[in-house]
Every structure is written in structure tokens, then in C-alpha cells.
């Protein structure tokens, strides 16, 4: 069925509550001045015909010593300084667009830019498992922070995305990561920066800058900012971040090489947190590892403080000028903050920091302006023509709509009683989410021209929607004296929509939480509520870390996560559940139970379990316990039969079949030779039995031979399908023998000895294929 997306314009009242909440500044700009204009357009640095290299030793040999340091640092209150003596204007280098061009100290909101289009959150797309989406959404992006720039309203620069691990679901940021898989937080880098960049290999004029962020084993905000969520009272300017070469390997690098490898970001940025005893901003091996082995060839920046922290926080350097020393030694070229403008006048003078290695920072920081066009006439530059109305556009509009629709994950649905009728009549839209908005922008944000809520959405396909919010505090829900009244709403409605989870009051930067339950009693008004329904109770969790939510499963009747799905949340979910299409996202971290937060610490880095301290591990890869739903978990509208697999071999272009089982039972296998180094393929027939058109996200998953310290299977491929009813189709994932490779304790990456399997499908409708020996020498 066609989608229909709709947007509801926000009241004025929550936009100035927004700004207000935000205290950011909302001011008219003239457009930027670059740096080869007026008498400085004929300096030598401005010559186009002279190569990047060529400018860039001329620009520097005339920048004063006070001018070079000036450049060093980009904070709140103070870009990168102007130089007098080349021309070159002040700069700042912070600018933010995670999900839609946000408040940062490089982006003003107002004038001819008020709005930005404001897309899902990285968690909440990731669930889509859709590649093409993430690049269309950082396109998007892209040319709208471009648009912004034209209009003298943001820098080029922009500090996203956030790749970490969400190892842990208690985390105040993962919200912001594509969730737990560094094949899938990988995939999306390498998309999202592709498209915001304007570039698929990372030449030509840039549209944007992106930065990968935060590397490396950043997860844990801990007891800063007010926060106590930290059980072992650490924050995460003070934080050890204690991890094996095996996780680094295949867990916390994966990612960034993805990031800066293929996806050619032109940024990067270093973390708060030591990692293994060392600060990852004076990690001289780890960032050497970026450059020398994983091909970046852009410009670092600490994270706001964190070159700081080397000697102040961390005690790692003896005194500031020698934390300076380490961060610009070990391949830091940018502060944000003050602290190199402040040190290094002293430092320099003194002989502790040698202006050659300002003179290197300043080369790679020039050389990404160099490859943004910032130092050429516009009429040399491609996205010059960008403007305010190429911000926040009815395709943009649309887009926002279906990244939303695609991230929706149905988790439950109990005899079938979604989708609603659309000529229901009457449904009762009750809880402390039910009406809200600004929920789903999440953080880092900006101030998008529309947001459409739960109670809208639903409004939209029946005629008789009532409301109660059933908390008397919101999203805390401390008290529920509204509770009788979203009961007696249930007892007369013929389905009752039941909005609840968390918001950036819960989970956020700086804020960690303490445990996987829902906040004070929206258990307790769920039970009111369900025991006076009469009709099918769905549940609706806004959210993004996850949450135990089986005594609220256990008394309704469907439950869709719709995370924090960005301005087109409620027009998305209102069709979701009216089947204007089929919900069909994967869940892309893992739901672990209250018990986990009871006994795992935060501060434990290990990925693997150990048996003798009862540590269960993290992630679908390695964790042992009990969940509440899987990775890859997500259920849609369609009856979808998986059937026919094979693996093949593939062998200068040819494919030759090893095995295939027709109508395969869960448990049916498939061998592989053991001489297969080539390239192997996987095929299966996907089917779409029903009588409503969906999509579907098919998951391949490797499934190593059985060792210590082994995952239990890795996502390795997915693609995201369209079925028509009754409609079947083949899918083929091919994959170098490469991709087989697992890391052995010392980290170091071969293809294990043994049988080799792969689950295809989703963790409910699992074939397993299983393959013979391959050996690490023979790929």
C-alpha cells in the first residue's frame, strides 16, 4: 500500500520552549568571508593553479607564530583566530549535524535558515538496515549544512557521526551510535559520510566535512554533569577504559577504519578516556594506526577538553605544555577548547614544543579547508549554489517521513491485531508520551519547522481519538493520579494506544542510568490501564537504550518501538499502526533484562564472558544471559518464508553450487569445501506468503568454529528487501574468505581453522548453513 506521510506543524509555544530550553542564540548573518578575497585574492596561497601542497607551505610560511597557535583551538566561546598578516578569518571548526544540521557553536538558527530538517536518530535509523536510506539521510544533511555555510549560518566542519559501540544499554549516548554491531555501526559510517561528504572516494570539493567520533572505547559518561549512573564513581574525563587486543580488534576499531578507510571521512576525534592507561588524544600508536594502516588522511581533533585532561584530569603528562607536547606529537592538529592557545605562546618560547609540529597540525587542518573549497572563488566551488532554500525542501520533508517509517521495529503482535482497522471507532491514545514532540528529536538537535506526536498520528486515521496522559509529572511518572482517567478512556475505546519509555531528562550526554526498568510507575499505569481495556492494548516505546519491559508485554497486546524517529515520529507511527505499510526494522542492540544493570558494572570493557567470575559478556556476539529481545529481533504485517539455501563457491567469476536444501527446516545444513578461499556465496529464497505487501530485513550471520573467546555468530551482510504479496525472491550476500576472519587473543585477524557456519534470515525464522575447514593460510 502507497505511504502516506503527513507533518503537523508544532505549536509556537513548543518551538519557544525549544529555544528556550536551549538557550542558543537565533540571529541573521551576512554570508562568510573566506580567506582569498579582496587584496589577499592574488596572495600566493590563493593561486589556483598551484598545487594543494604548493598553497599550503606558502600559507604557512606567512602566518606569525601568534597566528599558527591562534588556529589551534575552536570552543563555545572563541573560534579559531583571524590572521592579519595572511587574511585568513577566524574560524570554528564545531558545527553538528548527527541527524539534521543542530545547535553547536558553529550553527545559528534564524534569518534565512530558522529550521533544518530533522531526521531519526542514529539509533533509531540503524534499525532500518537500509544503506541506501543512511546515504540518502547524509546527503540530505549534507547539502543542507552547505546551504547553512552559504548563508553565513554554520562553519564546514561537522563533529559527526558518533560510531562507539553502544556496548552497554545504560549508556546516556547510544542513542546517538548505530547500536551494538561494528559491522552495521561500520556500514553506516561509510554511507552516512559518503553522502554528507558529497563524495564516495573523498576527491573532488567536498559538500561537508565529517568527523568520525569518539575514537577510541568511548561509552560511559558516569558521574559528570550531575549524572551518577558510574557505579565505580569514575566520569569519562577520568576514565580507564581497560580493554584486550581482541576487543580493540573486533569491537571498538572495526568502525572508525570503516569510517576513515572507506568511508574517506575528512575528520576525526579523539575521546575523553584512556584507553589501557594511555589518553586517547595522546595515544601516539592508536592514531598512527588511522593514518598509517587504515588510510586517513584528515585533520584530529580532541573532544572539548580532552587534550586538557592529559595533564589535568588523567595525571598522564606532568604539567600542561607536556600534555600539549604528547597531544600534538601523537597526530592531534585541533583543540577544542583554549587550552594549546593558552599553553603553547610558553611552551614554544621555551623549547618544550617545537613549532614544527604546529606547523604539521596547521598543514592537515588547511588541507581539509583546501578540499572544502574554502580557500576558492565560489564560481570554482560546485555546492556555492546552495541556499536557504535548499533547506528543509518537500523531498527532505518526505525523506524525514520514511527514514522514520522504515526505522519502526514491531516487537510484538498477539493474534495479529495490528494493523488497526481504519474504520475503527474510537481509540484511546493514553500515557506520559502520548502527546509529546520534542521526545523524538532526541539530542543533538536542531529546530525543525514540524513534529508530529503519537496522538496526531493516530488522530489521522480515526475520528474519535481521546487523550489522557495517565502521569501527573510526565516522562518520570512519579505519581499517576491521571491513571483512573486513561482507564476509564481504555474501558469504552475499541483499541488503546499506550505511549511510553524514556526521554533526554533520562538518558543523555552526561547521563547515564542505573538501571533497564521503566522510569517511576509507567509499569504500574500500564497494568491500570490494560485491566479496564476492552479492545487491543499496543504499546508504544520511545526510547533509545533499552528497557525491560516484560510486565508491560505480559498485559498488551502488540508493542512497537519507535525509538526517537525525528519530526515525522507520530505521522510514521499513526500509519504503522493503521497498515498504511508494514512495520519491518530490526532491533540493532540488545534488550537485555534489569538483572543485567544489577550485576554487570558499566566500567567492565570485555566483550567476552568468563566463566569464572560469572560475567556474562556484551552483545548479541558474546552475551550468555537472558534477554528480553535479540539483536536483529523485528516482526512485520507479512507472512516471509525463507527456503532454498545454498553456499557456493565463487572462482574467477564463476560460481559453482556445494549444496542446496529445498523447504529448509530450522536446523537443515549445507557443506562448503574446505579449499573454498576464494570468494563464497550465500543464497536464499525469501517468499512473501501473505496478502500484504512489506519489507524485509534479511540478516546473514557467520558462525565461527566453536572456541574460547569466539563470538557465537557475527553479523557479516543484510539487505533490506520489498516484498509484494504473494512476490519471491533470491538474494545473494558474496563474501572474500576475509570476512570470515576473527581475531585470536592477540588480536591478530586470521581465518580459524574448522567449520565454518551461517544463519540467514532473522533470529526467529533461522536456516542454518554450515560449511567445512578453512584454513588462516589459505586466504
Known amino acids: ?60 610560511g606567512a ?87 552559504n548563508e553565513g549560518h554554520a562553519g564546514l566542519t561537522f563533529w559527526t557521526p558518533n560510531i562507539n559501540i553502544f556496548r552497554d544499554p545504560r549508556w546516556g549516548r547510544g542513542m546517538e551510535t548505530p547500536g551494538e554491531d561494528p559491522h552495521v555501526n561500520g556500514r553506516y559510517a561509510v554511507n552516512f559520510v559518503r553522502g554528507l561528504q558529497g563524495s564516495d572516494d573523498g576527491e573532488g570539493v567536498l559538500q561537508a566535512s565529517a568527523c568520525c567520533k569518539h575514537y577510541a572505547a568511548y561509552s560511559l559518561e558516569g558521574n559528570n554533569m550531575g549524572a551518577a549512573a558510574a557505579q565505580d564513581d569514575v566520569d569519562r574525563h577520568h576514565f580507564n577504559a581497560v580493554v584486550t587486543e581482541q576487543d580493540l580488534t573486533d569491537t571498538y576499531y572495526p568502525a572508525f577504519e570503516a569510517c576513515v578507510g572507506d568511508g574517506h571521512a575528512s575528520g576525526l576525534m579523539c575521546s575523553y578516556n584512556e584507553v589501557n592507561g594511555v589518553p586517547s588524544c595522546a595515544d601516539a600508536p592508536m592514531l598512527a594506526l588511522t593514518r598509517d594502516s587504515w588510510g586517513f588522511d584528515g585533520y584530529i581533533t580532541g573532544d572539548c577538553g580532552a587534550i586538557d585532561d592529559i595533564s589535568g584530569a588523567h595525571k598522564y603528562a606532568s604539567y600542561p605544555a607536556e600534555a600539549a607536547l604528547d597531544a600534538l606529537q601523537s597526530g592531534v592538529d585541533l583543540d577544542c577548547g583554549g587550552f594549546l592557545q593558552r599553553v603553547l605562546p610558553a611552551a614554544v618560547a621555551n623549547g618544550t614544543v617545537a613549532e614544527t609540529l604546529i606547523d604539521t597540525a596547521l598543514s592537515r587542518l588547511f588541507r581539509v579547508q583546501f578540499r572544502l573549497g574554502y580557500f576558492d572563488p565560489p ?53 506520559p508520551l502520548g502527546n509529546e514532540k520534542l521526545v523524538f528529536l532526541g539530542n543533538y538537535n536542531g529546530i525543525p519547522e514540524q513534529i508530529s506526536s503519537v496522538l496526531e498520528g493516530v488522530s489521522a486515521h480515526a475520528a474519535d481519538v481521546s487523550f489522557a496522559a495517565g502521569c501527573d509529572d510526565g516522562v518520570a511518572c512519579t505519581s499517576i493520579g491521571g491513571a483512573d482517567q486513561a482507564a476509564t478512556l481504555a474501558a469504552t ?204 530485513v534479511v540478516l546473514l550471520f557467520h558462525v565461527p568454529p566453536k572456541a574460547e573467546g569466539r563470538a557465537a555468530r557475527r553479523l557479516v551482510a543484510f539487505e533490506r528487501i520489498h516484498l509484494k504479496a504473494g512476490e519471491a525472491r533470491v538474494i545473494r550476500f558474496e563474501l572474500s574468505t576475509d570476512e570470515l576472519e576473527v581475531p585470536g587473543a592477540d588480536g591478530v585477524m586470521a581465518v580459524p581453522e574448522g567449520a565454518h557456519g551461517f544463519e540467514v534470515g532473522g533470529e526467529h525464522m533461522a536456516t542454518h548453513l554450515m560449511g567445512g575447514s578453512t584454513r588462516a593460510e589459505a586466504h
Not at 528543509?392 to 520533508?397: E, L, Y
Request: charged content about 15%.
Open 1 to 60: 500500500m502507497p505511504r502516506r506521510g503527513r507533518c503537523v506543524a508544532v505549536a509556537c509555544a513548543c518551538v519557544v520552549l525549544a529555544l528556550c530550553l536551549l538557550t542558543h542564540r537565533v540571529t541573521e548573518a551576512a554570508p562568510p568571508e573566506g580567506p582569498c578575497r579582496g587584496v589577499f585574492a592574488a596572495a600566493a596561497w590563493c593561486d589556483m593553479g598551484k598545487s594543494t601542497d604548493e598553497r599550503i607551505a606558502l600559507l604557512i
Open 379 to 431: 564560481e570554482r566551488v560546485p555546492w556555492s549554489s546552495l541556499s536557504a532554500q535548499d533547506v528543509n525542501t518537500p523531498a527532505h520533508k518526505a525523506l524525514a517521513y520514511e527514514a522514520a517509517a522504515q526505522s519502526l521495529v514491531l516487537l510484538e503482535n498477539k493474534g495479529g491485531v495490528l494493523p488497526l482497522a481504519q474504520g475503527i471507532g474510537s481509540v484511546a491514545v493514553v500515557g
Open 493 to 696: 475505546a475499541d483499541a488503546t494506544i499506550i505511549a511510553i519509555g524514556l526521554n533526554t531528562s533520562i538518558e543523555a550526554e552526561g547521563l547515564d542510568r542505573t538501571e533497564l526498568t521503566l522510569p517511576g510507575q509507567q509499569d504500574a499505569l500500564v497494568e491500570a490501564v490494560c485491566a479496564k481495556a476492552t479492545g487491543p492494548v499496543v504499546l508504544v516505546v520511545v526510547a533509545g537504550g533499552a528497557i525491560d519491559i516484560r510486565a508491560a508485554v505480559a498485559k498488551a497486546d502488540a508493542v512497537l518501538y519507535a525509538g526517537y524517529t525525528g519530526q515525522s515520529a507520530g505521522a510514521a507511527i499513526g500509519d504503522a499502526l493503521f497498515g498504511v505499510f508494514s512495520p519491518s526494522g530490526r532491533l540493532t542492540q540488545t534488550w537485555y533484562p534489569n538483572s543485567f544493570a544489577d550485576t554487570v558494572q558499566m566500567t567492565n570493557m570485555a566483550m567476552r564472558p568468563d566463566v569464572t567470575t560469572g560475567y556474562p559478556g556484551r552483545t548479541y556476539r558474546f552475551y550468555t544471559g537472558e534477554t528480553v529481545y535479540k539483536f536483529g529481533h523485528g516482526l512485520s504485517y507479512a507472512n516471509v518464508v525463507y527456503s532454498e539455501a545454498a553456499v557456493e563457491t565463487v572462482m574467477g567469476g564463476a560460481s559453482e553450487s556445494v549444496g542446496v536444501r529445498r523447504a529448509l527446516a530450522p536446523t537443515s545444513f549445507l557443506r562448503m569445501p574446505a579449499d573454498s578461499h576464494g570468494a563464497l556465496a550465500v543464497c536464499i529464497r525469501v517468499s512473501n506468503q501473505g496478502d500484504v505487501a512489506s519489507d524485509e
Open 63 to 149: 602566518l606569525p607564530l601568534a597566528d599558527k597557535i591562534g588556529m589551534l583551538g575552536s570552543a563555545i566561546d572563541h573560534p579559531a583566530g583571524y590572521s592579519n598578516a595572511t587574511g585568513v578569518p577566524s574560524y570554528q571548526w564545531w558545527s553538528e549535524a548527527l541527524h539534521g544540521v543542530a545547535y553547536s557553536p558553529g550553527v545559528t538558527f534564524g534569518g534565512s535558515t530558522p529550521f533544518a530538517t530533522s531526521f531519526p536518530e542514529p539509533l533509531s535509523s540503524s534499525c532500518s538496515f537500509n544503506e541506501s536510506l543512511w546515504k540518502a539521510v547524509g546527503t540530505a544533511v549534507g547539502r543542507e549544512a552547505r546551504a547553512f555555510h
